[in-house]
């Protein structure tokens, strides 16, 4: 791993957290408002890429422009010998893949605020024309307070960008919709696909649809329905059973048409059953690996 720069910008690295497929993401402290930051640079050898380049930046101009709780927030962008880089939120927390790998059991209230606020948030997105295209318990993160932020819009696109072409997948394989796996058109219903594998996940600590492209992944989640929730999580309340059903219609007019009302639902079930689910625990019961 190459040694991890002195500066980035004005920004001081404090460490590197990390590496994905654009670039790298360091903890980085901001001298004139003295805060922290998470700094995310572009790889060395995506710099001559224009096409890569200008996805890089779409993220940071798109996800600077949104404004919500549980979305991390664009503090700046700019450049550093030649790499595009953004100084974002820092998040001391962990992610949701974090919380699904311990396989400890979670609270079910704690398990429908946090989907509660990730419906809020990337409805508020979709409001502004932006599907983020690469939800996954790893891009959610939980801060110390408990609160939920969606972050690493770095494969977003506006609803008009071209810059993502037919027949190119973008995503991981696990989330993605079945109209993305198939080549068809897709849009924010992709997302909503995703939230609900992810739902579907937090319930049970098991992908809703799992294995790799060469098992027959595509084709589980093109044409096969996850293992049934009713046998995952025999005393789920069915109308969060079918709240995740919803969500996992394999066709996108069959899928909730806006999370701000599959927000409403969770919010809905969450406070009807606050009265009468204390102490109810999901996920870790059941493998299915």
């Not at 890569?52 to 422009?65: D, H, P, V």
């Not at 949104?66 to 979305?71: A, F």
């Not at 509660?116 to 790893?138: F, M, Q, T």
């Amino acid at each position: 791993m190459a040694t991890a720069p002195v500066v980035i910008g004005r920004y001081q690295v404090v460490r590197r957290l990390g590496a994905g497929g654009m670039g790298s993401v360091f903890l980085a402290r901001d001298p004139d408002l003295d805060r922290q930051v998470a700094i995310k640079l572009v790889k060395d050898d995506l710099t001559e890429d224009a096409e890569l380049r200008e996805r890089f930046m779409r993220e940071a101009r798109s996800a600077a422009r949104l404004r919500h709780p549980n979305i991390i927030t664009v503090f700046d962008i700019g450049d550093h010998e030649g790499r595009p880089f953004i100084a974002m939120e820092y998040i001391p927390g962990e992610s949701l893949a974090d919380v699904i790998k311990r396989r400890t059991p979670i609270p079910l209230q704690r398990v429908l605020y946090w989907m509660e606020s990730l419906c809020s948030g990337l409805a508020h997105a979709h409001r502004g024309g932006i599907v983020h295209r690469d939800i996954k318990p790893a891009n959610l993160m939980v801060d110390a307070d408990g609160e939920l932020k969606i972050v690493d819009f770095g494969i977003a696109r506006l609803g008009d960008s071209q810059l993502t072409r037919d027949g190119v997948l973008v995503g991981t394989a696990n989330y993605m919709a079945p109209e993305q796996l198939l080549g068809q058109p897709s849009d924010y219903r992709a997302d909503i696909f995703a939230v609900g594998s992810v739902f579907y996940e937090l319930l049970t600590f098991n992908r809703a649809f799992q294995g790799t492209i060469a098992d027959g992944l595509f084709n589980r989640i093109c044409y096969e329905a996850p293992y049934p929730l009713a046998q995952a999580c025999p005393e789920l309340d069915p109308q969060v059973q079918a709240i995740v059903e919803r969500a996992l219609e394999k066709g996108p007019a069959a899928r909730y048409q806006d999370l701000a009302v599959m927000s409403q639902d969770v919010s809905s079930a969450r406070a009807r059953l606050a009265a009468s689910d204390e102490g109810v625990t999901v996920g870790g019961a059941l493998s299915l690996d």
